[in-house]
């Protein structure tokens, strides 16, 4: 008898450690392993020339809140993990890159256009923090998408919250920084184009960041407004998507298009010369229903030389089968244990409820 319980207790112990380590296993591969793997995996772009400009672009993370996430209170655990995601990602990415520039291509916030004033106040204070650049960032680039400002659908950009993102997000539309010149162009405002046209001066760089893709587009008045920039080359987001549109400088109108999927790829592309280049950059959050998401990161030579690649993070959506799976087999072996404790006990109550009713029978058959 003895011997049988000894046995039954070091055989629930295996058990509760086998379950103890497989959730241990699990949660460092998927948090820990997995993006320091993909992290030292990135490809390196190496800077020849201290004159090179580093550059780390964050395209489209909108920060999620629970007004996007009504469905209390998996709300909460969802917004957490995808939060988690995207500040996680942002911060390999600065310790793998050491960028000077730091861009964020608009859609900062998912639910900012929307908000009142206090809630976007509230998510663009949270924003910072999740998002927060180092000293070593000389300058940190915030243009509005349509989820901060409006602009898409029936959700229409106004000068309350082009203000407002504004305020909060305290810049010139024109950032320069050693031989290149960094220009906001916004089209998404019908009403009134807000960006300034800086004197073009031979020798510096004009590279032009958009929300939307705008070499795509077939719009006159948007095509006026990019030619009289002089862009040397584009970076936009929006779509969600890693691509590479080209057209000629003098008509602005996407003749060439091709994804950039490949994973360890380096790009180079000529800023100098009558083509027009313009990159989409994927975006960071895998709440947006893609299955690939990273960040972009160029190294940029006086020379007009661009070193594209795109830092792609672990796909979330594969750990979260993971964690799936691995909470099944647990629920498998609990469930076996549950099962026999129910069954023994229901046993006992039913021995229990025979020997009364037994003995409250012969008290009426003496």
Aim: aromatic share 12%; with cysteine; glycine share 4%.
């Amino acid at each position: 008898m003895n011997t049988r319980r000894s046995t039954g207790s070091r055989f629930r112990m295996t058990r509760s450690h086998f379950i103890l380590s497989l959730l241990m296993c699990v949660v460092l591969l998927n948090e820990w392993i997995s993006y320091t793997f993909t992290a030292l995996n990135w490809p390196v772009i190496t800077s020849i020339s201290e004159d090179n400009v580093r550059v780390l672009i964050a395209a489209d993370p909108q920060i999620l809140s629970t007004q996007s996430e009504p469905h209390f209170p998996l709300s909460l655990l969802a917004v957490w993990d995808a939060n988690r995601f995207v500040n996680r990602g942002f911060h390999l990415a600065l310790w793998r890159t050491k960028p000077d520039i730091v861009v964020f291509l608009g859609d900062l916030l998912n639910d900012g256009s929307i908000a009142s004033d206090t809630d976007f106040y509230s998510l663009a204070h949270h924003f910072r923090n999740l998002m927060h650049t180092p000293s070593y960032v000389k300058h940190a680039i915030f243009v509005p998408g349509d989820n901060d400002i409006g602009g898409e659908g029936t959700d229409k950009v106004t000068p309350h919250k082009v203000q407002r993102f504004y305020s909060v997000f305290s810049q010139s539309t024109t950032v320069q920084y050693k031989f290149i010149d960094f220009m906001q162009v916004r089209v998404m405002d019908d009403y009134k184009n807000l960006t300034g046209v800086l004197p073009y001066e031979d020798g510096r760089m004009r590279i032009i960041l958009s929300h939307i893709p705008l070499l795509p587009i077939t719009r006159t008045r948007i095509k006026q407004t990019v030619i009289k920039h002089h862009p040397s080359f584009i970076f936009s987001g929006h779509d969600h998507e890693s691509a590479h549109f080209a057209a000629t400088k003098d008509k602005v109108l996407a003749q060439e298009f091709q994804m950039l999927n490949e994973e360890g790829k380096i790009w180079e592309f000529e800023a100098f010369t009558s083509k027009l280049h313009e990159v989409m950059v994927p975006t960071c959050s895998y709440r947006m229903g893609k299955m690939h998401y990273g960040y972009g990161a160029a190294v940029i030579e006086k020379s007009g030389l661009i070193h594209y690649t795109v830092l792609w993070l672990p796909c979330r959506f594969t750990q979260l089968r993971v964690y799936l799976i691995s909470l099944s087999v647990i629920f498998l072996f609990v469930l076996r244990n549950v099962v026999s404790f129910i069954k023994n006990h229901l046993v006992r109550v039913c021995q229990v409820a025979a020997i009364t009713l037994l003995r409250n029978g012969l008290r009426f058959y003496p």
